[in-house]
């Protein structure tokens, strides 16, 4: 007995020894935060040289506080020519002495020259680094990749980061951006049925607004390089940029990417400025808010899709005038067609500029239209995605419009 427990002592005494080696032994291999640069946005442009140029937006985090409250954190942005992103980060290791961590990137930003030739092998080579989030936003630059990251700079933030967190959510509640991830893109890279979609990104420059005349621009007409903001921020957010499987087909304006968040249950609530039933030359500002999820039906009984789409909403008047009459029931009545008949020519004008002119279903129609075959096979054969240009659109849109939020009348 003495024997085996002497045994079984030494045994174990031999274990503790390996996973003590074993669990420390990567200590040596380990590298410091004074040996890593995080990497907090990535742009991606053509270079003159056939290839890529690469351009990485670096922040000293060990300089901020931990409530991020401290002096604004400085941000460096360098660039390299490369084949790949692979050598383009081995030849910024060199360049700046210590090793790029991804794990803090926010942002890929593509220039529209890039996603008009395909970004495919981008996305699944970052997807393929576990460093890269899948929460990572995706940008399509209208102008150089690398100066919109230049240019991007928070106003009410002290660090960039944050302002790269932040900015995307503003889709909440102004439906006037995507908050589009690497992960949903590379999604629907896969899928079969639907076609990607990214941020519309740009500067906002004045010299650009005096080539405008911006008296002629509706608000929701605005769109990113083209927008009415007057601000010290260069680089905005405004619009969506569609893709047809991997390639860029066009871009959106404020009120078509209000209309794609509409169609895909992406927003809950959002203002918008419809025709005065009661005075033509003015408009009524309504906050709509959806009363269920849109019910979307299907026909593909041929090879034009008849797709129809019913959508419901209470509205509360928001703006207000001289001898408004809003405890009226026929006024109210009358804004519910008028708000009504906006958004059903509005959504039908974005339905059929997405099927016509981009060919690209983005709202994901295909996965409603999958239910009407028996088999994978016979939906394949269908074709949806060349038979989705062929779609004809049905929109049908319910308003229930309450009085304003606080004055009823004046």
């Known amino acids: 007995m003495i024997f085996i427990s002497t045994f079984f002592k030494k045994i174990l005494t031999f274990v503790v020894i390996i996973l003590f080696l074993v669990s420390f032994s990567s200590s040596y291999n380990a590298l410091s935060i004074e040996k890593l640069a995080y990497v907090v946005a990535i742009g991606i442009d053509v270079s003159d040289k056939n290839q890529y140029s690469f351009s990485f937006q670096f922040t000293n985090i060990t300089s901020n506080t931990e409530s991020g409250t401290s002096e604004k954190s400085p941000s460096i942005v360098n660039s390299v020519d490369a084949s790949s992103i692979g050598s383009a980060i081995n030849l910024m290791n060199t360049y ?4 790029l961590n991804l794990s803090h990137c926010k ?3 593509f220039s529209e020259q890039v996603a008009n030739e395909g970004i495919s092998n981008h996305i699944y080579t970052l997807m ?7 929460s990572a936003n995706i940008v399509v630059s209208k102008c150089n990749a690398k100066y919109y990251i230049e240019n991007s700079k928070p106003i009410l933030e002290n660090l960039i980061t944050k302002y790269y967190d932040i900015f995307p959510s503003s889709s909440d509640y102004t439906a006037y951006t995507v908050n589009a991830t690497i992960g949903d893109f590379l999604n629907t890279l896969e899928c079969k049925t639907c076609n990607p979609v990214a941020i ?3 500067m906002n420059t004045e010299d650009l607004k005096s080539l405008t005349d ?3 621009i509706e608000d929701s007409s605005n769109k990113s390089n ?3 903001i007057s601000g010290k921020r ?3 957010n405004i619009g969506l940029a569609v893709f047809k499987n991997d390639k860029l087909v066009g871009e959106l304006d404020a009120l078509n990417c209000l209309s794609y968040l509409n169609m895909s249950n992406k927003v809950n609530s959002f203002f918008v400025s419809i025709p005065d039933p009661l005075n033509q030359n003015s408009y009524i500002d309504l906050y709509l808010s959806h009363t269920h999820l849109n019910d979307i039906s299907i026909d593909t009984s041929n090879s034009s899709p008849y797709i129809k789409v019913k959508l419901s909403y209470t509205a509360k008047i928001y703006s207000m005038g001289d001898n408004s009459k809003y405890l009226d029931d026929k006024v109210l009545e009358e804004i519910s067609k008028s708000c009504n008949s906006y958004l059903e020519s509005t ?8 099927s016509k002119e981009f060919k690209s279903d983005i709202n994901e129609f295909g996965k409603y239209a999958l239910y009407k075959f028996l088999t994978t096979q016979d939906f394949q054969n269908y074709n949806w995605n060349e038979n989705y240009k062929n779609a004809f659109f049905d929109v049908e849109v319910d308003t229930c419009v309450k009085s304003s939020m606080s004055l009823t009348e004046t």
Do not use: H
């Open 347 to 354: 959504f039908s004008n974005y339905l059929y500029k997405t």
């Open 234 to 236: 260069g680089a905005e």
């Open 226 to 228: 083209e927008s009415t």
């Open 96 to 99: 700046i002495g210590k090793k």
């Open 214 to 216: 911006l008296t002629q």
């Open 200 to 202: 519309l990104g740009g």
């Open 107 to 109: 942002v890929i930003v």
């Open 128 to 134: 393929n680094d576990s460093q890269i989030r899948p």
